[in-house]
């Protein structure tokens, strides 16, 4: 299977197919209404990547998510969620395109997919639209000065 969220050459992201978008939505598993934080992403055991360059702040296995990596990207963390292989380690340093883990279907889950959540601070960032702005910045240089102002 193509790999769903791709760290390329110039560091910028690209993505394949949503298996559920932010925002409101009906919980495949309680049906009931809630707000989705993040963006599920399909996969099918697939090797996911670091989007941008950053640091490990955390791993770890709750409930929801799973086995996860969170990284902080300059202002921005993100969380890459239901994995089955975690292969960094907290306060390691990540490169745009370092291998984070596999994919899978952990904690609260229909089926194998990585859930992609963006925070700046405590607020919830729509991780398309953030991956869609860091797409269109033309180099490393302005990228890494864009998420270290925001």
């Not at 996860?68 to 907290?90: I, M, N, P, T, W």
Request: charged content about 20%; glycine content about 10%; proline content about 1%.
């Amino acid at each position: 299977m193509a790999l769903f969220l791709l760290a390329s050459q110039n560091g910028f992201a690209q993505f394949n197919t949503h298996q559920s978008r932010y925002g409101y939505r009906f919980d495949p598993i309680s049906k009931d209404r809630s707000f989705h934080r993040g963006i599920d992403l399909k996969t099918n055991r697939s090797k996911v990547y670091s989007m941008l360059h950053g640091r490990v702040e955390s791993i770890g296995t709750d409930s929801l998510l799973g086995n996860f990596v969170k990284v902080q990207h300059g202002k921005y963390e993100a969380v890459y969620g239901h994995l089955s292989y975690v292969s960094v380690s907290k306060g390691e340093n990540v490169l745009s395109g370092s291998e984070l883990g596999v994919s899978g279907s952990t904690g609260k889950s229909t089926g194998d997919h990585l859930h992609l959540t963006i925070k700046k601070g405590q607020k919830y960032i729509n991780p398309t639209l953030f991956i869609q702005m860091i797409s269109k910045i033309s180099s490393k240089e302005e990228l890494l000065t864009y998420i270290s102002n925001q």
